[in-house]
């Protein structure tokens, strides 16, 4: 019976600071506070903004911050609680941001409904600062294969994010260069280190960039973004990781000169700009030279090339005499990155096969490229070949010998041979 009396009373007392007092939760304060003082340049730190009341999410403008910071999330929160019969409501901001420069910045007064947060100094250090002896949780660290190359030439990226605190969830965002393609290579690769004493888990990702344009370029390395674990105290006294803090964490920007295509280099229908190192090769099969009327053969020609990716390779065109006609298969391009430098390769078979007896000259085939170490031009050559087609028993009478100035054809449009 008491139990029921007192908890009648408990609802009354309730009822009664709900209606009969409408402006026991009026807005009297607004508070700011960071959770890192002084930061990192490429750290993110979280302001928190509590008023004391139940207000609107869009009550609080965060512009006046954009001056000296970049803003990268905002997160909401209303809270009511009730001690001893007394009723209270908070709206808490916590918004994650990001410094534009290094320094002492201000954060600004806020205002909500005519109250004004206290405005804070920020110390913000240089990421090599060694002002600052923190062993910084995250970090993210970019370098790329070359800041000096030429345009369409490939430059390897390599990411590595080092995380050395619990995550409960994270995301790097992708690199951007105005005027480039950028392409991840292979998956991203885990292992642990060691930096300045503490231990890292490390996640290492690699991109090929392929720059359209000339000029002094900036690229705008990967963001993580993500929550991580942080010890809390409870009322137990014991240290717990049940609460999660919102991080970001910004990579330096790095520069990248890129040289426009020389005035020595020719541009025409038989050659294409191609930077760094191009190379063919050859094969037959069969590797005899016992070749016979009607026989097919294989003539396998690879090229491959240092510094440009599969998509740059230019199309690979073989010529030959009218009575040898020519298939070619369909080409097969690979690229894989190999101590920091992107190899493509274009491999080709073409099939030969000879209506006619006697001697046949392939020509030469010329592909030019531009030597980046030696600021020169160049060419990939693969000489003529002569080959021999001797008489086949088995082949129809019809097959004549005579191959005597024939004319040349293209591989991929081989018309069909006319018999005299």
Do not use: C
Not at 275 to 304: C, M, N, S, Y
Not at 398 to 410: E, Y
């Amino acid at each position: 019976m008491v139990k029921i009396i007192y908890k009648l009373l408990v609802l009354i007392s309730l009822t009664v600071i709900l209606t009969t007092s409408p402006n026991a939760f009026a807005l009297t304060s607004v508070t700011a506070s960071v959770d890192s003082n002084p930061v990192m340049s490429n750290e993110s730190i979280v302001l928190t903004i509590i008023a004391d009341d139940s207000v609107e999410r869009d009550a609080l403008d965060t512009s006046p911050l954009l001056t000296s910071f970049i803003i990268a999330r905002t997160e909401v929160s209303s809270q009511t609680s009730i001690v001893n019969l007394s009723m209270s409501k908070t709206t808490q901001w916590q918004i994650v941001l990001m410094p534009r420069s290094t320094g002492n910045l201000i954060i600004p007064s806020l205002t909500i409904d005519g109250h004004q947060s206290q405005p804070i100094t920020l110390q913000v250090l240089d990421q090599g600062s060694t002002g600052s002896k923190q062993k910084q949780d995250i970090f993210v660290t970019a370098e790329l294969s070359s800041n000096d190359i030429y345009v369409q030439q490939v430059v390897t990226l390599t990411i590595k994010l080092h995380v050395g605190v619990q995550i409960q969830r994270g995301s790097l965002t992708e690199p951007t260069l105005e005027g480039a393609t950028i392409e991840q290579i292979g998956k991203d690769q885990e292992s642990d280190g060691i930096v300045n004493g503490k231990r890292y888990r490390i996640i290492e990702r690699t991109y090929a960039i392929t720059p359209e344009y000339s000029g002094e370029l900036t690229l705008t390395t990967p963001m993580f973004s993500g929550d991580v674990m942080v010890q809390s105290q409870r009322r137990s006294g014991f240290l717990s990781f049940g609460e999660t803090k919102p991080v970001n964490v910004l990579g330096d920007k790095l520069s990248l000169n890129v040289r426009p295509i020389p005035d020595s280099f020719p541009i025409s229908d038989n050659s294409r700009w191609l930077p760094e190192l191009l190379t063919l090769h050859q094969e037959w099969q069969p590797e005899a030279a016992d070749f016979k009327v009607g026989e097919p053969i294989t003539r396998t020609i690879t090229l491959t090339a240092a510094g440009i990716g599969k998509a740059q390779l230019p199309n690979i065109v073989m010529e030959a005499p009218l009575w040898l006609k020519v298939y070619p298969d369909q080409a097969e391009e690979h690229a894989n990155l190999t101590k920091e430098r992107l190899i493509s390769q274009k491999r080709q078979n073409f099939a030969l096969v000879a209506s006619h007896a006697g001697e046949y000259v392939l020509p030469k085939i010329t592909i030019a490229w531009w030597n980046t170490i030696t600021n020169k031009y160049q060419q990939a050559v693969l000489p003529e070949q002569k080959i021999i087609i001797k008489a086949n028993p088995d082949a129809p009478k019809s097959l004549v010998t005579n191959t005597a100035q024939a004319p040349l054809i293209q591989a991929n449009n081989a018309p069909e041979p006319l018999l005299p």
